[in-house]
């Protein structure tokens, strides 16, 4: 029971009131992408203009990062936390369930290559969406799917993606509905400095990543 206890509260997401405390400062990471070499952290002086940015939750963010840094018109990519209420929180207390966030990566992507909708194609299929607080072995709040988005387009084109990929799930036998939670973006925040690229580092690191073998077409 008290094992079981400890999972049924890692998947219950804390309100504001309850959450951990966190503090003022941010916890240090990187400065520059391991694999590229590109600031972290905006502005992108040395980028092209008219980058943008997305950020996407699909459980942890080790491989989800490694998938969007080799995607073609990517121009950095980071391992942090969203979508809760612990500012500045550790990696430590994020995985208790305390915060309310999320393990996302931010991807920053220069639009004239590469478009939103194709980063959310990735997103669709290289997950698990209807899993809600979890993903595979990865069970808790800090694992749930996201998509937060950073303008009124992107919102419109994250919920228009999110519909057809449910048709496409219904047709191919999945009976499950997508639990991704889309919302407008609020803050992101870093990741300690070793989860940064960790999969580039650690080439034998773990992935937990599945998607549920459906594609994402129209």
Known sequence: MLFQDMFSKKTVMPTRETALEGREDAIPTALTHFVNGHALKGPWPDGPEGLEIAYLGMGCFWGV???????????????GYAGGFTPNPTYQETVTGKTGHTEVVMVVYDPSKVSYETLLKT?????????????GND?????????????????????????????????????????????????????????????AKNPGGYCGLKGTGVACVG
């Open 65 to 79: 990062e490694r998938l969007y840094w080799k995607i073609e018109g990517v121009y950095v990519t980071a391992s």
């Open 139 to 199: 069970v808790g709040t800090t694992y749930r799917s996201a998509i937060y988005t950073t303008s009124d387009e992107q919102l419109k084109i994250a919920l228009k993606s999110r519909d057809a990929y449910q048709n496409n799930l219904q047709k191919a036998g999945v009976t499950h509905e997508i639990t991704t939670e889309i919302k407008a973006h609020d803050v992101f925040y870093y990741a300690e400095d070793y989860h940064q690229q960790y999969l």
């Open 123 to 135: 997103f669709w299929e290289e997950h698990d969406p209807t899993q809600g607080m979890r993903q």
